[in-house]
Every structure is written in structure tokens, then in C-alpha cells.
């Protein structure tokens, strides 16, 4: 599936940037205020140049000790981020977000515009349903297709129970 295509993607509400220019009190109330975990680096053309996670906040404010009043969003944003494209699919972003340990990626147009932001929650929360709807499908599929697979199905959780039971004993 497409992230266009995504529920959670159509009703988002627009997008929130700030500039790199903006202070790091004004990311912080601005992220308190909507209940959000990072906040996109905007140009003023809207192209993504960096995003202030929770994260940087903490390590690079608290942990640096500088002034939240003075500092740039600019001088402790992540500056290389990862965009995604309305056509792009779920999985594969859901998938390079799991292995590279991010959690919030800013959709863009062809412009390199941002279009708006998805959390990792975003993708999760609607994945599970369909996994568990394909699972579904296919073993509707494979049960219609007559008595043969029956005999692989019942033997195949008869082997995942026998397993597990054995790995549970040993720990």
C-alpha cells in the first residue's frame, strides 16, 4: 500500500514546520502544545533541511547545557533526514525506519516540498490490521484449495506447539 493511500496520512492534520532561524523555546512549546515528538526544518520555500526530535533536544540542549533562548533550531538539528513521497509504500519505509532506529519522516512533493510528517505509530498502528487481514486471506486461500493443505496446516502448528514447548521448558 501506498502512504497516499494511508487513512491516517489523508486526515492528518497540515503539517507544522518551524525555520532554522526560529529558537529551541519556541520548538519545545510548540511541541508541548500539540503533543508532538519532533518538529520539520523548513526553508521558505517549505523544502526539508533538518528536524528537531525530542531526542536532539535532550542531547544536544540539555546535554550541551545551552541556552533554549538563544539557540538556533539550525546549530542542533539532524540535518541529513530521510524523505518519503506520497507513492512510496508503507512497508519498505516502516521496514528502513525499524533497522535505522527513526521514528518521524517528513513526506514530500517532487519539489522536495513538505507535504506533511508520519510517525512510526502512524504506520503501526494500521499495519497490524492488515497483516492480520492478509494472514486471514491466504489461509482462506489455502483451506479452499481443497484437503491437501489441511494435513501440512495441522502439522505445521502441531510443530510450532512442540517447539515452543520444548524452548519454554529449557529457559
Known sequence: M??????????????????G?????????????????????VDDDM?????????????RVLGDNLDQKTTSLASIMTSNVKTAHPDDH??????????????????????????????????????????LASFREKTSETLRGGAAPLPILFGGVLLYTVLLVAVLKFL
Open 90 to 131: 508503507v512497508l519498505d519505509w516502516l521496514r528502513l525506519m525499524s533497522n535505522e532506529r527513526f521514528r518521524h519522516l517528513p513526506v514530500v512533493d517532487d519539489d522536495g516540498r513538505m507535504i506533511n510528517i508520519l510517525s512510526q505509530g502512524d504506520f503501526v498502528s494500521y499495519t497490524w490490521p492488515e497483516l
Open 47 to 59: 523544502k526539508v533541511r533538518g528536524i528537531v526530535t525530542e531526542r536532539d533536544l535532550v542531547r
Open 2 to 19: 501506498k502512504i497516499k493511500d494511508r487513512t491516517e496520512f489523508k486526515n492528518k492534520p497540515p503539517a507544522f514546520a518551524l525555520r
Open 21 to 41: 532561524s526560529d529558537v529551541v523555546s519556541t520548538a519545545i512549546k510548540t511541541m508541548t502544545e500539540r503533543n508532538i515528538g519532533s518538529v520539520v526544518i
